[in-house]
């Protein structure tokens, strides 16, 4: 009886650990949420801190792996903790790929449209798909996953893709970030969650320089940390990626957002502007249903390289491996 139990209770714990690769708590009585920086230990890996935060009185840490740019929220009493400045932390950690990508993304601030890392390193003739949940009254695009999944399912599951989510997209879309849950929690999709800023202005007279987040009087601080604590509530996992509204910045805002510890990813292949997928491509679609060009555009590329796809010779790619082995690139 008592081995039948032990028995039991080891698979549940099994399964506890396993559902855990793909489910995030919800965190929603947050307090005291701020940017915070150091370095975290529990042998044998180290981490960089980048937030601290209490929940229902309880103290927690965002953290990033420097080498796999994995993201992960943690108890805070289960490490030792040093705390630094950023500039302190990414001395520290300066021949990883994450404080290289930071560095690499910054090299490349200068331009005022698709700043940061915008292409990885070709693989076979695969790609990075990323999709963006900008603010929206329409429902989520379901195509875009539904077709990734059946075009991939004989060769790579689940399928990695990354989602550049808005606060305001989140507070009115909660059906469809559920279905999308579920999806990742049956193991059909992994998703990198990007932070999209959270009210993602535009205006349709005001030019670049005075649009977006480049709008006068944009508090930066809500725009990223208010989005990060809305996905911790929703049971989303913050990346250690940031995508600039529209594309817009300039050198200030990217230094503005890599000191939060973000890393800027742009694209090299917006398919609703007609630039086309190379090797090693960081594509953009928009999964809110406001483009519709650009996701059947993307649904077209699908059913011309399935064959290649069969033979994975074209496959989708995990958004941090690629950003990280683009980084190590002298």
């Not at 949420?33 to 601290?52: C, F, M, N, S, T």
Request: glycine share 6%; hydrophobic share 40%; with cysteine.
């Amino acid at each position: 009886m008592k081995t039948l139990i032990l028995t039991i209770f080891t698979i549940i714990g099994l399964a506890i650990c396993v559902s855990t690769v793909y489910a995030q708590a919800n965190y929603t009585h947050i307090t005291n949420y701020e940017a915070y920086y150091g370095w975290a230990k529990h042998a044998p890996q180290d981490w960089v801190i980048l937030r601290r935060f209490e929940n229902n009185g309880r103290p927690y840490l965002l953290l990033v792996n420097p080498q796999t740019l994995e993201t992960k929220v943690n108890d805070a009493g289960f490490y030792q903790v040093k705390p630094m400045s950023f500039a302190e932390a990414r001395k520290m950690f300066n021949n990883t790929p994450y404080q290289k990508a930071l560095s690499k993304a910054e090299s490349q601030s200068v331009t005022l449209q698709d700043a940061g890392i915008e292409h990885g390193l070709p693989k076979e003739t695969g790609i990075s798909l990323t999709a963006d949940l900008c603010p929206s009254h329409r429902p989520l695009d379901r195509r875009i996953f539904t077709d990734i999944i059946n075009g991939f399912k004989q060769v790579e599951k689940p399928v990695p893709i990354a989602l550049s989510v808005s606060g305001k997209w989140m507070q009115h879309h909660l059906q469809d970030l559920d279905w999308l849950k579920r999806l990742q929690a049956n193991h059909e999709i992994y998703i990198t969650w990007i932070n999209h800023s959270f009210n993602h202005r535009v205006s349709a007279t005001s030019p670049l320089k005075t649009n977006f987040l480049l709008e006068p009087g944009t508090d930066i601080n809500y725009e990223v940390l208010e989005t990060e604590k809305l996905m911790l509530a929703n049971g989303l996992l913050p990346s250690v990626f940031f995508r600039f509204p529209g594309l817009v910045s300039d050198q200030q805002l990217v230094y503005k957002i890599t000191n939060f510890g973000l890393i800027p990813i742009g694209t090299d292949a917006w398919l609703a502007k007609g630039q086309q997928p190379q090797a090693g491509s960081i594509v953009l679609i928009h999964g809110n249903g406001n483009e519709p060009v650009g996701v059947n555009d993307f649904i077209k590329l699908l059913q011309s390289k399935a064959k290649s796809i069969a033979g994975k010779q074209w496959l989708l790619y995990d958004l941090r491996e690629t950003v990280e082995e683009e980084a190590e690139v002298k």
